[in-house]
């Protein structure tokens, strides 16, 4: 038996023949079971290594799950007489099955995905040469491209980045929330701030109706609460168009004289 860094037993190629051959002779569930078990963090590590190419919108369980169903048909294709132990034939295996899977769930061409590895590692190197990240012109440099060249490929790049906003992901303090949850919000009816300024809005242009005449008042009211033409109001009230024009002109000017000084909070209650 051979240990590892965390002082846990770690099960010798020899150990695993042997274990393998005794399923291989029996059948028993529980021989694979633990051989399983023995590469489970083979698994875990392959995916690992390979989860920030995992698409946005996908679960990395999912391509554990995967890397386990491969575990699971290598140990029982695994023909010792080939040379290879059965840890090498299932790390082949177990990669070349998560790489299919990430294909599978990538929406761009692996042509693309080429060129973005390429702009990584061209990222990479300038900044190992020079101790800074690249600018545009001298990343297109790098690449022997132009600048509109890598423009267009780091355009393509960002439309491929579809995720969901379902995903889950780690906050602040360590807890687990939906994507969708860590968006600033645009809807003015979240922000307690701006509700609490609206509502002052209103009470103070309450304040400053009170004090029209109720003409006025009625004015105001049919023409923006009943919508009314100036036409009509004139006729309920007995006076001519012109009339209501100029007492519409008039309380118009007392409301502005009153609020001229908070014209930019009393917008908010539109």
Known sequence: MQSTEKGTARISAPEVLELWQQYRATGDRRLRDRLIFTFTPMVRYIVYRKVREVPAQCDVEDFLSCGLEALIRCIDRYDPDKGATLEQ???TRIQGAVLDELRRHDWAPRSLRRTERAINGARRSFAAQHDRQPSRDELAAELGMSAGELAA?????A?????????TVRSEDDTTIERIDTLESGDLDCDPVITAQRHQAKERFRV?????SPRERQVAVL???EDWTLRDIGARLGVSESRVCQ???ELRRKLRGQLAEEEALFTLAC
Request: glycine share 4%; charged share 20%.
């Open 159 to 167: 439309l491929a980045d579809v995720g969901s906003l379902n995903q």
């Open 223 to 225: 023409l923006y609460v």
């Open 247 to 249: 007492i519409h002109s």
């Open 153 to 157: 490929r780091l355009d393509e790049l």
């Open 208 to 212: 400053a109706f009170r004090k029209l």
């Open 89 to 91: 034939f299932a790390w």
